[in-house]
């Protein structure tokens, strides 16, 4: 299996998203990610992909792209993700280690700093097409982008 690392133009996303504080849990994250499809199905919300992001210490916010108009309530949050130079990974986590995976982008950003191809390092996020926990070909494909500056 071949895994590169590119700079690349990600486009704009209109999402729905919650967020919370705490220690990492992935039974927590499936938790949130499941209720927050569940809350877009009863409202008739078509969605897309699905986001994960850490945007700050012991802090999480999963995320689903929607299609349409549509009003968060509750917890339930309404945004978008600007369109962003990201540098950008696609990997299969059951065949390269998510840790190599972050540890590589982490080093291969800190050079392309160093040799100025980019100015700065912006949150980390993946990325996948469906439900990972349902979806094999989703989670084999996870995508984790990191924003950057040119």
Known sequence: MVVDFELKHAKAADVISVKWKGPWDEKQ???????????ADARGVRTGRW????PGERAWEVALEVKGRVKGDGRVRRKRFKAATVASVVFDPDAISPR????GITDWLRWRK??????SIGAYREIYDANPWTNPKAWAK??????VKK
């Open 29 to 39: 994250i499936r938790k949130r990610f499941e209720g927050l499809a569940k809350w």
């Open 51 to 54: 986001f994960f992001l850490e």
């Open 100 to 103: 190599v995976i972050y540890h």
């Open 114 to 119: 160093k040799d100025r191809t980019i100015k």
């Open 142 to 147: 996870t995508n984790i982008q990191v924003v």
